[in-house]
């Protein structure tokens, strides 16, 4: 049975002791446990090196985080509850002993990386906000070699500016970044969309909860489907036909419009297509948003997660939209 541990250990919003505001360097995360969680004091808005431990260490277990950033909030809480739920755990979205000795391991937190000239590549000088102008776009790809790692590293830009204070990201640079692991792989039988907690669940054939993520899942004016569906199928990297009579009006644009491909478009760099019409699972621009404010009615993953759910899944796999999950916390 889990035991409780003192709210002093509970409490997400403290850091490790010792350090001053602002400061962050790779051993303090890991050297850092989870167990240190509440000892000291840091600033709220300044990433806590045994929050960052626990990201990670739950994303290498497929309960995804989100954006990894050392911050407190319900997108943790809410991967501590869906490790707990995948491990047949008691379900409270807490970090008791017994889910810290099952997550960690030996392995560091945050390793060394050389920016090669590939990272420079591909990018844009900047992304509008109108998708009039972006359909004038070729691409809608990276605004900088920052923003393209923090990704591919599931950070945010905060937490890698953070550990990289003086850095350039230049070719040839050494950086810090957190290591996220590999990404999850499996068959996916079944997609449960939770509607009330945000949290996406895959599913395998005999019942085994193997990946779980948070996720938008449309809002008050632009619900989500109710009921099953199926996966139609997957685009990789897909262009995006806005037409607003289908869907939204955004801004001043009433015509159909064509957006070009890239991260940075508005369902980001993969589509996972479902059978009810103009519905899908997708990626975002804005990862750090996810949970965070509401989508048009589309189920909105970072774009990391929709790439490693889009990998484990195949036409056919069941998507059920609920208004409750096994995983949520109590």
Request: proline share 8%.
């Given at each position: 049975?889990?035991?409780?541990?003192?709210?002093?250990?509970?409490?997400?919003?403290?850091?490790?002791?010792?350090?001053?505001?602002?400061?962050?360097?790779?051993?303090?995360?890991?050297?850092?446990?989870?167990?240190?969680?509440?000892?000291?004091?840091?600033?709220?808005?300044?990433?806590?090196?045994?929050?960052?431990?626990?990201?990670?260490?739950?994303?290498?277990?497929?309960?995804?985080?989100?954006?990894?950033?050392?911050?407190?909030?319900?997108?943790?809480?809410?991967?501590?509850?869906?490790?707990?739920?995948?491990?047949?755990?008691?379900?409270?979205?807490?970090?008791?002993?017994?889910?810290?000795?099952?997550?960690?391991?030996?392995?560091?937190?945050?390793?060394?990386?050389?920016?090669?000239?590939?990272?420079?590549?591909?990018?844009?000088?900047?992304?509008?906000?109108?998708?009039?102008?972006?359909?004038?776009?070729?691409?809608?790809?990276?605004?900088?070699?920052?923003?393209?790692?923090?990704?591919?590293?599931?950070?945010?830009?905060?937490?890698?500016?953070?550990?990289?204070?003086?850095?350039?990201?230049?070719?040839?640079?050494?950086?810090?970044?957190?290591?996220?692991?590999?990404?999850?792989?499996?068959?996916?039988?079944?997609?449960?969309?939770?509607k009330k907690i945000g949290q996406v669940l895959a599913y395998t054939e005999d019942g085994s909860l193997l990946a779980v993520y948070p996720a938008t899942i449309g809002s008050k004016d632009n619900p989500s489907p109710s009921g099953k569906h199926k996966v139609k199928g997957v685009a990789r990297m897909p262009v995006y036909r806005y037409d607003p009579k289908l869907n939204f009006k955004q801004g001043k644009n009433d015509e159909v419009l064509t957006i070009p491909k890239g991260p940075n478009g508005p369902v980001g760099s993969v589509w996972i297509d479902l059978t009810e019409p103009t519905y899908g699972i997708h990626g975002t621009p804005e990862p750090?948003?996810?949970?965070?404010?509401?989508?048009?009615?589309?189920?909105?993953?970072?774009?990391?997660?929709?790439?490693?759910?889009?990998?484990?899944?195949?036409?056919?796999?069941?998507?059920?939209?609920?208004?409750?999950?096994?995983?949520?916390?109590?």
């Open positions: 049975m889990k035991t409780d541990l003192p709210m002093t250990l509970l409490a997400l919003i403290l850091s490790v002791g010792g350090a001053h505001a602002g400061e962050l360097h790779p051993e303090m995360i890991n050297a850092a446990s989870i167990a240190d969680i509440g000892k000291g004091r840091l600033s709220p808005a300044d990433p806590n090196p045994a929050i960052v431990r626990l990201q990670v260490l739950l994303d290498r277990a497929g309960s995804s985080p989100g954006v990894i950033d050392g911050l407190s909030g319900e997108n943790v809480n809410k991967a501590v509850a869906g490790f707990e739920a995948m491990n047949k755990l008691p379900v409270d979205g807490r970090p008791d002993p017994e889910v810290v000795s099952r997550l960690e391991d030996n392995a560091p937190i945050v390793i060394s990386y050389v920016v090669s000239p590939e990272d420079a590549t591909g990018l844009v000088e900047t992304i509008p906000e109108d998708y009039g102008e972006k359909a004038k776009m070729q691409r809608l790809g990276y605004t900088s070699v920052a923003e393209k790692l923090s990704e591919r590293f599931h950070m945010s830009l905060d937490l890698l500016s953070a550990l990289n204070p003086a850095s350039q990201f230049a070719p040839g640079d050494t950086v810090w970044v957190v290591d996220p692991g590999p990404a999850r792989a499996g068959k996916v039988k079944k997609i449960e969309a939770d750090k948003l996810i949970d965070k404010v509401g989508s048009h009615g589309c189920v909105r993953l970072t774009n990391w997660d929709a790439e490693e759910l889009a990998g484990m899944v195949k036409p056919g796999v069941l998507v059920d939209f609920v208004n409750r999950s096994p995983a949520a916390p109590k």
